[in-house]
């Protein structure tokens, strides 16, 4: 399944009433949302057709995220659905996935795009084929380790997969208080370590499975004021139940 097939089930089984896409280019991901989204893309250049009310920002997602309120496009509401899909170096990868989580609730999903590289050559940091997923897939070891409590999964879409994260918890700190040696122990020079199991494919689970597995609407019909705590148990059954253990938090494809 193509990614933005994917993506157009996960808006509307979802339904996010707030939207955040990092990394926008032509509008093509954009265009899936139905919702209130802030979109933020240093070069962005629309062609499709948007089919929601976007606050656009031509500015780096750090930049953005340095705002005194990020949250003020939606009126102070924490992001449903985010996709992040901009630089393709880990360290920005990284401080999206901090700041979207910061800006999210616990009943929130985040996706990254370009998680599973086909070649040591596509993952390169410093770009040099067609098709670029950089070194992305790093988020997938950092998580493993520093965040075993969140649920991951890792999905086979076309062409390069998709990552979906959920369990999250806007108060936590970890990553960034660890954001260094994170750094230093998951950023490498080119050529970059792919792991075998990323190249392989393994644990990948299929997009249809995923979509038919409950998990969208166990999230949208979640309360909004449902605790981390209270929230992860029922995602960790779920998961176990219809995509198997293989994928229930801290044993996902990194561990
Ligand atoms: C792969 S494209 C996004 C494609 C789009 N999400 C889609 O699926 O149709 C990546 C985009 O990230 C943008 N980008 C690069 N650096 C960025 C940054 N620091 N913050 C946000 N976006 C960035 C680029 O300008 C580029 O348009």
Redesign the pocket.
Known sequence: MY??NFLTQVHERLQPRNYL??????????ALSRCRSVA?????SITAELNAPVSLFR????EYFSREDPLLPTGGQPFDLA?I????LFE?ALR?LINAERHASSRSMIIF??VLPRTIDEAARVRHTTAWTGDVYSILGVIAKYRPELSVITIGTLPTGLLMITGLDPSSTVLSDHYTEILEEFRHPDPQPVPQYVLDRLTIASPEKVLDSGLLELLAEADPSITPDELRPRLTSLIESTLGRAYAPGRGIAS
Not at 85 to 88: I, P, Q, T
Request: hydrophobic residues 30%; aromatic residues 14%.
């Open positions: 990614y933005l896409e990092v990394g926008i280019r032509n509008g093509g991901s954009l933020i893309d240093p070069a962005y500015t780096s997602s750090d996709f899909d901009g630089l393709h920005f999206d795009d370009d």
